[in-house]
């Protein structure tokens, strides 16, 4: 029996049946034993650096391809089948995933990436997954709200703060009826829910679970509401390790979420992951926040050049200063910093820990609490020089 053979009825996955007109091409080594492979799921052998056969996978729905990305002929028929076929999606297949191929690829356009050689569990869910988004985006042609991931030069730097703060300001910017959604991806440490009052029955968790079932409804049901303008997709609840996020079920999730909602706001964690790090390559704009110390700016200085040497866009950057004290005599200001990073400051938020304190401590946003705070006049600050580079990049 070949490897897919018993994919329709595999009590492992769960599924009735893949989506018709799958193609699989590869090697005949990783094709053996699928002749016999019955439905819609078509093997078609090809070298893995030969010209796409693209006869007979023109009637694909989606195609499963062998990659090899140290062959610039493997790599080159991504691209034609992508300019032939744009709205077949790609899978590609590959003997060593890791992140730099798997941001190459993904900047091709392939929609998914599965290890070689083949794992049942894994292609189906690939497969099914990417049928999924499919029909979602057949659904509906939604303009997709903007994303803004923030990451903290160090921890401590209260960029959940700032983060849950922005999200309400530039919801509130673009008028009555808009909302924001914060997606709290720090796994081990996410406070988000706690800091807008949430009490959240299901997690982010849920929604990465839910694979093919993913949809509006199950989003609905997860978002809290953390204010009249901010709803919260929480961290876990219970710390899971950091790595265990799929980037493509994650993606799949801030795609629905830019449908439904008019900001998407990403608290994305401390620690640089491959998926962490292909997630803030995805968003529109980073807020790094950081403060006016030597640690973080050390820090910030390291995920600046790392980021930039990953090909990260520069002024695609901004950095926010937190916590600044306004005091005549300072061991630092913000010249300094600037100089030190050699990045321009976009933004510093005044030190008001007691106002904070009470905000957070009471589930509220500042305004709630004091309104025309120097706090939430330097976030509106902020958010208005988030929207002018937004605009700028469209």
Not at 128 to 148: C, M, R
Not at 357 to 378: M, N, P, W, Y
Request: net charge negative.
């Amino acid at each position: 029996m070949g490897k897919l053979d018993n994919i329709h009825d595999s009590p492992t996955n769960g599924i009735s049946e893949l989506p018709r007109g799958v193609h699989i091409v590869a090697q005949a080594d990783m094709l053996a034993g699928l002749d016999a492979v019955s439905g819609d799921v078509v093997a078609v052998e090809c070298a893995i650096d030969a010209p796409l056969p693209m006869a007979k996978i023109a009637s694909a729905s989606i195609v499963v391809i062998e990659v090899d990305p140290a062959s610039r002929n493997s790599l080159e028929r991504i691209e034609r089948l992508r300019a032939e076929a744009p709205s077949v999606p790609v899978i590609a297949g590959l003997a060593k995933v890791d992140i730099a191929t798997s941001r190459q690829l993904l900047r091709r356009g392939v929609s998914d990436i599965v290890a070689l050689p083949f794992s049942v569990d894994e292609l189906v869910t690939s497969i099914v997954d990417t049928a999924a988004q499919i029909h979602l985006e057949e659904q509906t042609e939604i303009k997709l709200a903007p994303v803004i991931a923030v990451m903290k030069s160090i921890g401590g730097s209260g960029a959940t703060t700032v983060a849950t703060h922005l999200a309400a300001q530039l919801a509130w910017d673009r008028g009555d009826n808009c909302r924001a959604c914060v997606i709290d991806l720090d796994l081990q440490a996410g406070d988000v829910a706690s800091y807008l009052g949430c009490t959240p029955r299901l997690t982010l968790s849920d929604l990465i679970d839910a694979g093919g079932r993913l949809d509006e409804d199950l989003l609905r049901s997860v978002a809290c509401e953390g204010d009249e303008h901010v709803f919260v997709i929480p961290a876990p609840a219970e710390i899971v390790p950091i790595e265990s996020i799929d980037f493509e079920r994650l993606m799949r999730i801030i795609t629905l979420a830019r449908r439904h909602f008019e900001v998407v706001v990403l608290d994305l964690p401390s620690s640089f992951t491959n998926w962490s790090l292909s997630t803030a390559f995805a968003a529109d704009l980073t807020v790094m926040v950081g403060t006016l110390t030597i640690p973080s700016l050390r820090h910030a200085k390291r995920q600046l050049d790392f980021l930039v040497s990953m090909g990260m866009v520069r002024s695609n950057i901004l950095i926010a200063l937190n916590r600044v004290e306004k005091r005549l005599f300072k061991t630092i200001d913000v010249d300094d910093a600037a100089g030190a990073l050699k990045h321009p400051i976009a933004a510093t938020i005044t030190d008001d820990a007691s106002l904070l304190r009470t905000a957070q401590d009471q589930g509220e946003l500042v305004d709630s609490i004091q309104k025309r705070s120097k706090f939430s006049k330097e976030i509106a600050q902020l958010a208005e020089l988030v929207e002018d580079r937004l605009a700028g990049a469209s």
